[in-house]
């Protein structure tokens, strides 16, 4: 599919934030793991959250969803030895959780995706595969890179592993995994990055009634044994597809979005994005019934920590294209381990619109620009797909982006809420 998109005229509307896809993934999963009935209400669930109750229905659970109301019923620790290769599609973090629940299985499991889970860098295993093993299970990656197809035996027993923190994918799966594990188990995280996905899947686990300690994030304890129960929750809707929404209330000259179905109260990192706005010279209101952003011109440039923020790079380096004078994101080694290498890739596709970026490792640099459509590679990443389209409703002349369905992963009415908000932008299918 390819996107095309003109300079918008005007934005005003607005806008229904579909469910959180971080949170969703986790709710696939505990409702399988969880004895009994579970509900979780998922407003219009993203791509990840299919891929991912195939995978739960494939390891013994059922699967109902009627509209927004998705039901499982869950097997617990009494998980099917799947008949199948687990095709996690195109979710990362559906990816490494299943590994590790696969660990709980006394047999073999093949875990796998489609082209750019089995051979992005971003998705290297080892250091998950690494622990597995330490904790008893066999697990190994097919082709020996690290990454996927990986093949996963059980039964994990508990025991002592490390990880290294700059990506919270790996830590996640432990933790979701252990408790069901005979025996105790400790987890010691170096430098963790991306802590509010961590604060996520504690909170599911509180949720589900399991227990687990830690000291500063840095030293986990799970007591083995445990048992999920089962859970009825509504899902908070995404901060990261409600961040495309306000940022382009920010950057189009004559614009006013408001945007509902967020929680500020949530623990989503990317809710930051209204703070940031606010520091760049955004008019920014929030109250009870949503937030709206509305333009005030011009933007000023700002230095902003990332560290908890990987998939905001690629759209937070379209804000600094636009502002006056320099962005400054820092701590962005997360964001290299995504769909893509994320700053490598954005600033790939904006200097091809004439973006002016400087990268260091662990660092980019957004000096202002006047931004001239062009050509876009999607690199089947939604975060990079749905920033160049930001870019290119401020652009001159016409931006088309190909491989764009991929922005159904995470924001799944991308087209749609943009469409009635009056974005000059229309959607092709290719031949």
């Not at 299970?137 to 059980?154: H, I, N, T």
């Not at 069901?180 to 996520?200: F, G, R």
Request: proline share 4%; net charge negative; hydrophobic share 40%.
């Amino acid at each position: 599919m390819l996107l095309i998109v003109k300079p918008a005229k005007c934005l005003k509307g607005e806008a229904l934030i579909p469910a959180s896809k971080s949170h969703s993934v986790r709710a696939v999963f505990a409702g399988l793991l969880a004895e009994g009935f579970s509900e979780a209400t998922i407003n219009n669930a993203c791509a990840d959250v299919y891929s991912v109750a195939k995978v739960a229905k494939s390891l013994g659970a059922e699967v109902l969803i009627q509209g927004d109301k998705w039901l499982f019923k869950g097997v617990g620790g009494r998980l099917k030895v799947p008949v199948d290769i687990l095709d996690v599609g195109n979710s990362g973090t559906g990816l490494f959780i299943t590994m590790a629940i696969a660990s709980l299985i006394d047999g073999y499991s093949v875990v796998s995706g489609d082209e750019q889970i089995r051979y992005n860098p971003g998705r290297y295993a080892q250091p998950l595969l690494n622990a597995l093993k330490d904790l008893g299970a066999e697990a190994f990656s097919l082709r020996g890179d690290g990454k996927p197809p990986v093949v996963v035996k059980g039964v994990i027993k508990g025991g002592r592993t490390r990880l290294p923190g700059v990506n919270s994918q790996w830590l996640t799966p432990l933790l979701m995994a252990t408790p069901l594990a005979k025996s105790n188990t400790e987890i010691y995280v170096e430098d963790l990055h991306e802590k509010p996905y961590i604060e996520m899947t504690l909170q599911w686990l509180e949720r589900c009634g399991v227990r687990v300690e830690h000291k500063d994030f840095k030293l986990f304890h799970v007591e083995g044994n445990q048992q999920y129960k089962p859970y009825r929750f509504t899902l908070p809707g995404d901060w990261e597809s409600a961040s495309y929404v306000l940022s382009a209330g920010a950057l189009v000259k004559d614009a006013e979005v408001t945007v509902y179905g967020v929680d500020t109260e949530d623990v989503q990192g990317d809710k930051v994005i209204v703070s940031i706005l606010k520091e760049m010279g955004a008019e920014v209101k929030v109250k009870d019934h949503g937030i709206t952003v509305a333009s005030v011109g011009e933007l000023e440039g700002v230095e902003i920590d990332c560290k908890n923020l990987p998939d905001a790079i690629p759209h937070l380096a379209v804000l600094g294209s636009y502002a006056k004078g320099k962005t400054v994101l820092k701590n962005i080694a997360a964001s290299r381990l995504k769909e893509t290498d994320r700053p490598v890739t954005i600033k790939m596709e904006l200097e091809k619109m004439g973006a002016r970026i400087d990268l260091k490792e662990n660092e980019m640099v957004i000096h202002h620009s006047e931004l001239q459509g062009a050509w876009i590679d999607g690199h089947q990443d939604h975060r990079i797909i749905m920033a160049t389209a930001l870019a290119g409703m401020i652009a001159k002349g016409t931006t088309i982006i190909s491989g764009a369905e991929y922005y159904a992963k995470s924001f799944p009415t991308f087209y749609d809420v943009f469409k009635s908000l009056g974005a000059d932008i229309l959607r092709v299918e290719e031949i």
